[in-house]
């Protein structure tokens, strides 16, 4: 029979969100499932690909037979991915990264007091983008959740960040986005839209996904 699309090919992904601490018993973090990272890195294990699943904060469970690379925090993510960088084939960024950061990561619980707080938060790196700085023959597909102009700001963050295609997500269309089985999405590269799926499961936005990269790599050869 044919080898599997993905045989001997490392595949990445993340997913989920991240988690920024305030103190030791508080955080940020946001409503990523993790549902859509994990629905890629299963259909690229079907695949036949290695997989490096780089897993946040979640409230489902993540597919057997991928390797899984818990992470914290967007520095936790960002170290994380940089590990599997060198020889890794395609890289997909499902996950949900904080923009950013308490400045201050207090050691002791924030006592009650006063009638405000306010928190100051820092700038965290933008994993993608400092990927796609980098990028040399990885295949780097980005999300994009969007909740207005979902085409225009999708594709300047595929040209800004530098990946091969950009997965547009409106997470305001019901039955897309965050925490649902399914999603619905465009697709683009630079020269703009490749495909546009309806609303079905995130196992069938996975492997349509992977099809379309595993064909763009190997008419790279
Ligand atoms: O996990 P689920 O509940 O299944 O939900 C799926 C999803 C909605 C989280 C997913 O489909 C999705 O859209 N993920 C990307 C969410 C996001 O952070 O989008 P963004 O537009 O803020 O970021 C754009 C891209 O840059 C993303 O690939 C993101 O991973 C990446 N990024 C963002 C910020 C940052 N500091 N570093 C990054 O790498």
């Known amino acids: 029979g044919q080898a599997p699309l993905l045989q001997g090919k490392k595949v990445v992904v993340t997913a989920g969100g991240t988690i920024e601490r305030i103190d030791p018993v508080r955080y940020i973090t946001n409503d990523s499932s993790g549902k859509m990272g994990f629905a890629i890195a299963a259909a690229a294990r079907d695949l036949g690909a290695d997989v490096k699943l780089v897993m946040g904060s979640t409230q489902s469970k993540p597919p057997e037979n991928v390797e899984l690379i818990p992470v914290q925090s967007a520095q936790d993510m960002y170290e994380a991915v940089t590990r599997e960088w060198d020889d890794a084939d395609i890289v997909v960024k499902a996950a949900a990264v904080a923009d950013y950061r308490p400045k201050e990561v ?51 963050k595929l ?16 039955g897309a986005g965050f925490g649902t089985d399914t999603n619905a999405v465009h697709i683009y590269d630079r020269e703009g839209l490749v495909e546009e799926l309806p609303v079905i499961a995130k196992d069938d936005v996975a492997h349509r996904l992977l099809r379309i990269a595993a064909e763009r790599i190997a008419g790279r050869n």
């Not at 040209?159 to 019901?174: G, P, Q, W």
């Open 106 to 156: 207090y050691t002791e619980k924030i006592k009650k007091k006063g009638d405000t707080l306010s928190l100051e938060l820092v700038k965290n790196i933008d994993i993608l983008e400092t990927l796609g700085k980098q990028k040399t023959h990885q295949f780097l597909i980005g999300f994009a959740a969007e909740t207005q102009s979902v085409e225009m700001y999708a594709r300047e």
């Open 159 to 174: 040209e800004r960040k530098n990946c091969d295609l950009i997965v547009a997500n409106d997470v305001t269309r019901t």
